[in-house]
């Protein structure tokens, strides 16, 4: 048995030849549907096991606690987020254009890993001091990006408000709120959830749409 950062106590256990090939991936997967239907406290090694059908013993073998299967699924998904967004504006283009490919690759990207991304705001500040200190990372990092394009939009007067990370806060919680009501068998077309999602934060963000002054 070992004992994590956290103080949890985690096993390194022996599994049979049998169940060690091909686990990790079905792992992962399995638990990122659980974490983000359940939560992290909802949801416990015990729980993942029955769901795939092994022991508790061979999610110990792959991962030393619960928090390090969180912390992998995060690392291959959420982690990446802040890079995405980096990418996403080196297009370059106006402000405006800027701010735009910055909504469309957030949102994107959020629906590429939309378990992913549930389970990561669904748990924010209620893991080890560790594992919060990785989310709180991740956020700051996002919340910079938007704040660095929002600037510009205000120095350009297009943002009425003096505080460009209020603003910022008010579009994450749009973009995050998405990922609460969106179903992808819905009758609407993701693009065009998209197009009004980017719609919405431009006219409430910006103001009134040109042309209709």
Sequence with gaps: MVTAQDGTVGMVAEVPEGEKSGRREDLLRVAANLFSEKGFYGTSIRDIAKSLGVSVSVIYHHFQNKEGLWSEIIDYSVRVLPRRLEMALKDGGSATDRFRQLLRAHLESSEYYRKESKMFLVDLNRLSPSGDAIAQDIQRRILDIYVQVIEELRREGLVRSAHAKIVAFNVLGVIN?????????????????????????????????????
Excluded at 184 to 211: H, K, L, M, N
């Design 177 to 213: 709120w998405y990922l609460r009501w969106y179903r992808p068998d819905g009758p609407i077309p993701v693009d065009r959830i998209y197009e009004e999602i980017i719609s919405f934060v431009f006219y409430g963000a910006i103001g009134t749409p040109p042309g209709e002054c």
